[in-house]
């Protein structure tokens, strides 16, 4: 019965997913194209055998098909009609007059434009209600432990790579392997400890991270472990709390309870039970002032009667509709172009192709973040919108790229490429990513 639950979530949550991507991609193409005066036979939302329909005020049939894998939107051409003249009784005058390929060049790119750019807003869009409905953080990469690298100090905040800025995980992971391949030198910044100043650790690299086990954990290259803390700075207090009847304020940066120094939120539990009274002197920052406030906590004793004190507060700050958006576009952006150094490097030969997945490895990312929340499930819709738009625009034949390619090969030449070349560059393109998506699936095979 277990099983047959899991499947149907992995399979529901890769259908979900699929379904949704494809359809805003095609609602990219269609928007534009209708905007441009082209005329859209059909409006496909899934594929297969149509179970409803509906034909708009345009002739636009928006059909709902049997297996809801994607969907996909046509538009009429010239050249349709010169292949098959009978289907023209199918059109009115004035439809036949709204071909793709009588456009303008301009229009025509932007309605191939159109598609991975909605993929692109998507995202934008996810991120930023993921980012509003979450608090920041305000974390911190610290070095947890030194394995083989007398560089680093344990303890010391790694700030930034070659002026990159990090917090998270995540951050410096994907840092590390946008580096894949490179020889020369890396700089990483770094906050002492000691000095709590911030100095730049030069490290002469050959070849980085070209072996596929390294990169599944880039940071392991660097000789170290690394954790992400939570710097004690207040993002909410409870109401009637001891920090709040105490005169702490949100934003308040916690450096020390009586004798003992604060530097992340962690530390903060285990001093507070420390305390061998209730009172506690909590010195804080505030903008530009240190200042301290007499705080008498609040206890509690759980069910196995261990008494526990507390401040009544959470770190973590809320942001605002535009840094949630600001943030959104930011990390939309950033992906983007990590995406594609990361095809880049997969063709020459500096990353690892077994990192490419197919429905397969898609499907159980799917299932595995639907079965972890609505959140994680998004985050994942984010990641392969971007994916999905970044890969629609490589200069692939039969990809958005590919088109947008040819259009810019019709404005040099001041004509189309003629039809016999024109048909085998559609040809290759088509081989190419059906080698791709072979590949893919094998790589998930092999995998799972």
Do not use: W
Request: aromatic content about 8%.
């Amino acid at each position: 019965m277990n099983y047959l639950i899991d499947t149907l979530i992995y399979a529901g949550a890769f259908i979900a997913l699929l379904f949704v991507l494809v359809v805003i991609h095609e609602c990219g193409h269609y928007f534009v194209a209708r905007y441009f005066g082209v005329h859209c036979p059909r409006f496909s939302f899934g594929m297969g055998p149509v179970i409803y329909k509906r034909v708009d005020k345009h002739g636009t049939e928006f059909a709902l098909s049997a297996f809801p894998l994607g969907g996909y939107v046509s538009m009429i051409t010239k050249k349709m009609f010169e292949l098959e003249p009978e289907l023209k009784k199918d059109f009115t005058k004035d439809q036949l007059e709204q071909t793709f390929d009588t456009k303008p060049k301009l229009q025509r790119a932007a309605i191939m434009l159109a598609g991975p750019v909605a993929n692109f807003i998507l995202s934008i869009f996810i991120f930023s209600f993921i980012f509003s409905t979450t608090p920041d953080p305000q974390s911190t990469l610290v070095i947890n432990e030194v394995n083989n690298s007398n560089m680093f100090e344990k303890g010391d905040q790694i700030t930034s790579i070659d002026g990159v800025k990090v917090s998270e995980r995540k951050d410096i992971s994907l840092e590390l392997l946008s580096k894949a391949g490179m020889s020369g030198e890396l700089s990483i910044t770094v906050l002492s400890k000691n000095t709590n100043s911030l100095k730049d650790i030069v490290l002469s690299v050959n070849n980085f991270l070209t072996d596929s086990e390294q990169q599944k954990n880039p940071v392991d290259a660097l000789g170290i472990t690394v954790q992400t803390r939570m710097l004690p700075i207040i993002g909410s207090l409870l109401v009637g709390g001891a920090a709040e009847l105490g005169g702490l304020n949100k934003n308040d940066r916690i450096i020390a309870i009586n004798n003992s120094t604060i530097s992340y939120a962690s530390e903060i539990p285990a001093i507070l039970n420390s305390l061998e009274s209730n009172l506690a002197d909590i010195q804080i920052v505030r903008g530009d002032d240190i200042k301290i406030f007499p705080v008498e906590l609040t206890s509690v004793i759980d069910g196995a009667g261990k008494e526990s004190k507390l401040l009544g507060i959470g770190f973590g700050l809320k942001r605002t509709f535009i840094a949630s958006v600001i943030k959104g576009t930011k990390e939309t952006y950033n992906l983007s172009v990590k995406t594609l150094q990361f095809i880049g490097k997969m063709f020459s030969g500096n990353m690892g192709t077994e990192n490419l997945s197919g429905p397969i490895g898609i499907a159980k990312m799917a299932g595995d973040t639907a079965q972890a929340g609505i959140l994680p499930f998004l985050y994942l819709m984010a990641l392969l919108s971007i994916s999905l738009g970044v890969l629609n625009l490589l200069p692939i034949p039969a990809l958005d790229g590919g088109q947008l390619t040819l259009l810019g090969v019709e404005a040099l030449r001041g004509a189309p490429l003629p039809d016999k070349v024109e048909n085998f560059v559609y040809a290759t393109g088509t081989v190419m990513i059906l080698f791709l998506m072979v590949f893919a699936v094998f790589n998930d095979v092999a995998r799972f």
